[in-house]
């Protein structure tokens, strides 16, 4: 088992080991002293297999339970689904000690973290992320909420967890495309800050099976969360260093969005990166041979590494996005592996910049 202490607003650990659903109440007792109700939000994929578990763990802690499970899917991270969670604490008694734990992916997770960030003013969350991305990213770092029909997560809030929980056990039962995806968002902490990661991603023969190696999926795990959470000790509310994990994520949004969220995040953040890759080659910002090696081995995981969007169409979804601040967008490039900056460009900066990549 392994622990990583998360220094933010309020510090929390995320522990990472097998088999950890079962211990998930005694985990949560120990920051959660106070608490004495917990309402377990899950979706109708993930309740079915872990439900129970969580739920006598945290009963033999003298929890009383709750569920609110939810339709699977990113098309239900809306707010009716939020006013469910609300309608449920409210009617059973809820009150400022008591806690949400979240147990699924990554809806699940912005999902529960909001509905516990606005009940009676901000409630406790535990994060039990079961999909490899939400145990490495969206687990970590506190931003929760919910998407609009206009764009993904317009409305949330930033709210830490008490404790991550991470069974990598959980990994076992993720549908083949769910895992790949994760490795997306692995291989853009290669990419923004982590050489380390990068040469461990690189060396693994076997790559396409890399979920059987339960040794090396923890310690892939671990670093992303350490990652993390450097990033959030120094920039927590997302203004500055914290940027730079959306990373191929200014284009995969606009990518999910035009794809009504029928293609996987993981798929249109590795998509993204692809596109920024070939661009900041192509002006210069990036050498070729490193940009070649960084598309072959997002390719390598069985991501895709472009798409049919075209410059205006990506660059007019940009301009929709809660991460433009005024008429200027902050766009993630990464310089050489391991070391990202932030650039600021002009809508018609950002189209040309984008137009080039494409023309190779
Ligand atoms: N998923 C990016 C972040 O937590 O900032």
């Keep these: 088992m392994q622990r990583i202490n998360v220094k933010a607003s309020t510090d929390y650990e995320v522990v990472i080991g097998a ?25 109708t994929n993930v309740a079915p297999l872990y439900m129970d578990r969580v739920k006598s763990s ?38 400022r000690t008591d806690m949400v734990v979240a ?38 770092g506190g931003k929760t909420g919910i998407d609009l029909p206009q764009g993904k997560n317009q409305v949330g809030a930033f709210h830490q967890p008490s404790i991550v929980i991470v069974d990598t056990d959980c990994l076992k039962t993720l549908p083949e495309e ?32 890399i979920r059987d190696d339960s040794m090396i999926i923890e310690v892939i795990i671990a670093k992303c969360a350490s990652d993390k959470a450097y990033v959030i000790e120094i920039d927590e509310n ?18 999910e969005r035009d794809n009504n969220f029928t293609l996987a995040h993981g798929m249109c ?15 210069g910002r990036l050498g070729c041979s490193e940009a070649k090696e960084m598309l072959d081995l997002i390719e390598a995981y069985g991501l895709p590494s472009d798409d049919p969007i075209t410059p205006e169409e990506a660059t ?45």
């Design 19 to 43: 088999g950890l659903l079962d211990k998930s109440g005694s985990l949560i007792r120990e920051v959660c002293p106070k608490a004495t109700k917990a309402l377990i939000v899950s979706d």
């Design 58 to 95: 945290l009963l033999s802690e003298g929890f009383a339970v709750y569920e609110s499970v939810f339709e699977a899917g990113e098309e239900r991270k809306n707010i009716d689904s939020i006013i469910a969670m609300w309608a449920k604490m409210a009617e059973e008694g809820f009150t």
């Design 103 to 140: 147990l699924g992916g990554g809806v699940t997770g912005d999902m529960a973290g909001f509905a516990a960030a606005s009940f009676l003013r901000g409630i406790r969350v535990a994060q039990l992320p079961t999909s490899l991305l939400a145990m490495v990213d969206a687990s970590i």
């Design 178 to 209: 769910t895992f790949t995806e994760g490795m997306g968002e692995v291989i853009k902490y290669a990419y923004i800050m982590d050489t380390d990661l990068y040469g461990i991603l690189k060396n693994v023969s076997d790559k396409k099976n």
């Design 238 to 255: 997302d203004n500055g260093l914290r940027q730079t994990l959306n990373f191929g994520h200014t284009v995969g949004h606009v990518i």
């Design 269 to 283: 953040v590795a998509k993204g990166m692809g596109i920024m890759i070939r661009a900041s080659e192509k002006a």
């Design 316 to 360: 007019k979804g940009v301009l929709n996005d809660k991460k433009k601040r005024g008429d200027i967008i902050s766009v993630i490039l990464v310089t050489s592996i391991g070391k990202s900056e932030i650039v600021k460009m002009t809508p018609d900066e950002f189209k040309t910049f984008l137009k080039e990549g494409k023309d190779q």
